[in-house]
């Protein structure tokens, strides 16, 4: 995933399968379940969602062989991912909302803010939208907390998105947003979050009549 957001996808992805690959090959439930939800998100990132959802299938599969609770609860967070992304927001969300609860049971953070971020966006597609507003601002909090970053820029450039759906759109308070977002994914040599933020901070400026400067934002980030 770290390849993806530096800008590399086809890298990402090579690594994600020598990864899955090497992980099959020993035979461990853990080493497999926990290689197959980290390169899953490198499948998702770059759209190839069949490959997500057939590894992610194999690592339940084994994880229930093998009584791993805590590794399924991993995996099939992330087949709630792969449902929110695939436009499945009702399935999304139920699988999700479990997935966050369980894996908190456990006392586990890693990744949460992530999955909040999946699970808030489920919540908009299903026009569940103050819902959705609670679940980004809780990821934002879990990011402040517990200062895991990866993927601190999609979760603000989210965070503006929901504001625009809102029954009463904030275009100022999504504004905001995107510019954090723009700001966390430059610092971080992000250039593919970047270039996701851009591209919404565009769309907004675009709307409102602001073609020349949504264009002047654009250009570089997409060259």
Known sequence: MTLWTLGYPEAALADAQRVAKEAGDLGRVASLA????????ACILCGNYAAASAQLDEAIASTEEKGAVFWKALVELSKGSVLTATGKPSDAVQILTTGVAAWRSMGSTAALPMYLSDLATAYQDNG???RAQHCIDEAIMVVKATKETIYEAE???IAGEIALKLPQPDASKAETQFERALAVARQQQAKSWELRAAMSLARLWRDQ???QQARELLAPVYG
């Open 34 to 41: 926990y290689a197959l939800a980290t390169t899953s998100r």
């Open 128 to 130: 569940e939208f103050y």
């Open 155 to 157: 979760i603000y450039r």
């Open 209 to 211: 009549g602001k073609v």
